[in-house]
């Protein structure tokens, strides 16, 4: 069963969240053309150390860095390098987690850099929308199906691909906890939803063919197609009131739509 959170748990999860966003916030006008992405990566785990938080992707399951940057055709689990160069015309996608006193706070957004493409920025903004219509469908007796089949029905509408092979997630001490929240499904199907459960909504979205393979380094996970793809993410809370999203960015150039 998944585990409900108390209004002292959501008040610590609320510290995390806000931390996890301030340093995407950094992250993101780090991101033009030149910078590598292992300076991204540097500059997270300056700021952990200077907020006193653990970088909680940090050898996850053996991840070598503080953050996915994810780049293009890469969906997700993008390995920051030195080597590796943010380019004009990229859209960058960043994902990043810190625990506060024990609890965990995960959010994902893709960035364009300089110059995109017109149906580039529209991949961004719809794979943004649809995690935003699925925030939504967080109240209480809802189900995981609800927030799926919103998502998909959305995405799909403009003939952009979702993801199957990575969902998303409860959350709370444990990074990852239950239940999983898929990006597809059906209305009415899957865990209900209750007030104190906290869940990461992570819609991943592909421009052609929804299916991925991961390269060689053993992460990085890229579209099948080499379309490209975008990623969006928050941690929700769910309440009587509705939904609470603890990861929300304070800059209003966040997405740059
Ligand atoms: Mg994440
Ligand atoms: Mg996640």
Known sequence: MPSLKTAADIIKMERAGAVVAQILDGMQVMLVPGVSTGEVDAYAEAKCKEFGVRPVFKGYHGFP????????????????????????????????????????????????VGSVSASDLELIAVTKKSLELAIEQ???????????ATV??????????????????GIGKALHEEPAV??????GRG???????????EPMVTKGHYA???????????T???????HWEHTVVITERGPQVLTLSKVLREGRE
């Open 65 to 112: 860095a503080c953050v996915c940057i994810s780049i293009n055709e890469e969906v997700v689990h993008g390995i920051p390098s030195f080597k590796r160069l943010v380019r004009d015309g990229d859209i960058v996608s960043l994902d990043f987690g810190v625990s506060l006193d024990g609890w965990v706070g995960d959010s994902a957004r893709t960035i364009p």
């Open 182 to 187: 898929p990006n597809f499904g059906t209305v």
């Open 191 to 201: 865990h209900v939803l209750r007030a104190g459960m906290v869940i990461a909504i």
């Open 152 to 169: 998909q029905k959305y995405v799909e509408s403009f003939g952009f691909g979702v993801v199957r092979e990575f969902v998303g997630h």
């Open 224 to 230: 099948i197609d080499g379309s490209r793809a975008a």
């Open 138 to 148: 967080c109240v209480p007796g809802k189900r995981t199906g609800d927030i799926g």
């Open 212 to 222: 991925v393979r991961v390269l060689e380094d053993e992460w990085t996970a890229v």
